[in-house]
T-cell receptor
Framework: AQKVTQAQTEISVVEKEDVTLDCVYE???????LFWYKQPPSGELVFLIR??????QNEISGRYSWNFQKSTSSFNFTITASQVVDSAVYFC????????????FGTGTRLKVLA | DSGVTQTPKHLITATGQRVTLRCSPR?????VYWYQQSLDQGLQFLIQ???????AKGNILERFSAQQFPDLHSELNLSSLELGDSALYFC??????????FGSGTRLTVV
């Protein structure tokens, strides 16, 4: 069965702290994609990153970085020097592309960055 | 403005009714996706269309249907509405797969 677990329901940090959001996934498929989305208080969904199962390179985009490790089935997201504008719910998602497409979302982690 | 337009922004309707949600994708995007976000079920993928053809199907109920028209806009039809269908419905679009740009959503309230 496929599953995405975001064990951290809510995290609070003080501005400028680094924070890591965990995402653990389960699948037996060898071809899949992992995503992170952000949902700020205004409610819209924002795509952050897509990573395919064959590319374990970590990625950095400004203050955001992602650590993909197939050995532990994890795709963690780190925000460096957090800012109040980072306050949002962050969703991790697994998309299976072999055979019938399947989209599995995690339950989200609410990040509160305090000034 | 993300470039993906969803109408209406809010919709209140009674149980048993039928509604149509509309999505205009970003210019140049061929794929349209529909998602449902509710307190009970969280975020769920419903269905994807690519250039008019259904490409992927998720947790879409039989009471729901969708289509993508030749001009690439898409409509999500929800019928025999139940209280549990109350949710935020998002549309997203991308050039190929995997939904990159989201609309601001349609909040459906079934009373």
């Amino acid at each position: 069965a496929q599953k995405v677990t975001q064990a951290q329901t809510e995290i609070s940090v003080v501005e400028k702290e680094d924070v890591t959001l965990d995402c653990v996934y389960e699948t037996r498929d060898t071809t899949y994609y992992l995503f992170w989305y952000k949902q700020p208080p205004s409610g819209e969904l924002v795509f952050l990153i897509r990573r395919n199962s064959f590319d374990e390179q970590n990625e950095i985009s400004g203050r955001y970085s992602w650590n993909f490790q197939k050995s532990t089935s994890s795709f963690n997201f780190t925000i460096t020097a957090s800012q109040v504008v980072d306050s949002a719910v962050y969703f991790c998602a697994l998309i299976i592309t072999s055979g019938t497409y399947k989209y599995i979302f995690g339950t989200g982690t609410r990040l509160k960055v305090l000034a | 403005d993300s470039g993906v337009t969803q109408t209406p922004k809010h919709l209140i309707t009674a149980t048993g009714q039928r509604v149509t949600l509309r999505c205009s994708p970003r210019s140049g995007d061929l794929s349209v996706y529909w998602y449902q976000q509710s307190l009970d079920q969280g975020l769920q993928f419903l269905i994807q269309y690519y250039n008019g053809e259904e490409r992927a199907k998720g947790n879409i109920l039989e009471r729901f249907s969708a289509q993508q028209f030749p001009d690439l806009h898409s409509e999500l039809n929800l019928s025999s509405l139940e209280l549990g269908d109350s949710a935020l419905y998002f549309c997203a679009s991308s050039v190929f797969d995997y939904g990159y740009t989201f609309g601001s959503g349609t909040r459906l309230t079934v009373v």
